[in-house]
């Protein structure tokens, strides 16, 4: 497949790069990437791979555009309040990059059907917001050995980490299982300072970018975080507990996917 010359000039400032070139354009052109929840995190990330031309982006997301999304989810415009969001967010990536496919999954994920939705995606980002869907995400792609972007903000912080197979810690070997429920405050009880979605979601799709054209080093093994406050970002080393991990040890206790009870407030 070549490049067309509209596909030069869109992405020439790639294409310039060393590290993309247009055999790297293509690579993103090829790749497919799921995004779960199309909130304060997965709207940055979702524009970014639209614009930089990743050729299919899933997003998966049963939740309609709400005004009080607005201050954060900025794949959203005022008029698509009320309308499904995987539909406001196709809209918009695809008014700006037509090159991308854009496929819709307007459902929350479950053990039901995420094994289904994941199959088909080099690498997934997950976006959403409560503890059970990323035990979920973090479970279902240790099974089907796909790497993720995990991420999480609150108030005025951030922090991510990414999980590639066989190459570091998966999220439970960080965190072991979920807090009790309405233990740790949602975004809807605590707030959310809107740029740090733009920060972490961008992060996210940056970790994506380089996983695709396989160039520098990815968050694995690392969790980055963020405090605005401070304006500080620290990397701290996660331990991998390749053996005894439950999920992704040599002896896995959890061989079936858990739905954890959803906390009552989820950021919408
Ligand atoms: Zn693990």
Known sequence: MALTDEQIERYSRHIILKEVGAKGQKKLLNAKVLIIGAGGLGAPAAMYLGAAGVGTIGIADADEVDLSNLQRQIIHQTADVGK??????????????????????????????????????????????????????????????????????????????????????????????????????????????GAMGGVIGSLQAMEAIKYILGVGDLLTGQLLTYDAIKQEFHKIKLPWNGKGCAVCGEHPTITELIDYEQAECTDK
């Not at 008014?95 to 997934?124: G, H, K, L, Q």
């Not at 050995?145 to 903000?153: D, E, L, N, Q, V």
């Open 84 to 193: 499904a969001k995987v539909q406001s967010a196709k809209e918009t990536i695809n008014a700006m990059n037509p090159d991308v496919e854009v496929r819709t999954y307007r459902e929350f994920i479950t053990s039901e059907n995420i094994m289904d939705i994941i199959a088909d995606y080099d690498f997934i980002i997950d976006g959403t917001d409560n503890f059970p869907a990323k035990f979920l995400i973090n479970d279902a792609c240790v099974m089907a050995k796909k790497p993720f972007s995990h991420a999480g903000i609150i108030r005025f912080k951030g922090q991510l980490m990414t999980y590639v197979p066989g190459e570091g810690p998966c999220y439970r070997c960080v965190f072991k299982n979920p807090p009790p429920k309405d233990a740790v405050p949602t975004c809807k009880q605590a707030g959310v300072i």
